[in-house]
């Protein structure tokens, strides 16, 4: 099942699984995850999330990053290749959050072909260089 909402609304148990196992360390999404947790929350990012019977699987969220809207997204192991990460991105651009005519940043190449798929025709990719990211 797949549900779209604020991140300040996500159950605290899918909160705490996604800041433990389903973000890179002092990632910013790790810290904003993990400001929701404590009540500091300061953001209501939407977040698509999708949960099977062995409870969340996967999430997908956009930002506004460099004045472009992002798609970042994470998907459990046993759960990848079969059209989760799409189907979560699909779910943000159903619920308004991202806009295909806008230009969208993604940061691996496989979200970039879910973004072309999607039908997002400006998409840029970046990858991470030190201590900056650099467009690909």
């Known amino acids: 099942m797949i549900s779209v909402m604020a991140i300040d609304g996500v159950h605290p148990r899918d909160l705490l699984a996604i ?4 973000t890179h360390d002092d990632s910013e999404w790790q810290q904003e995850v993990t400001a929701v947790l404590e009540g500091q929350a300061s953001n209501i990012t939407p977040v698509a999330l999708c949960h ?21 997204q994470w998907v459990d192991d046993r759960h990848r290749r079969c059209g ?12 308004g959050t991202l806009d ?28 991470h260089d030190g201590s900056d990211w650099v467009k690909v």
């Open 19 to 22: 800041k433990l196992r389903m």
């Open 52 to 72: 099977r019977d062995d409870g969340l699987v996967g999430w997908a969220c956009s930002h506004v990053w460099r004045g472009m809207q992002t798609l970042e």
């Open 84 to 95: 989760v990460a799409t189907a979560l991105s699909a779910a943000l651009v159903a619920h």
């Open 100 to 127: 295909r005519r806008e230009t969208i940043a993604v940061f691996s190449e496989h979200t970039e072909g879910i973004a072309r798929r999607l039908g997002f025709a400006d998409v840029h990719r970046y990858k």
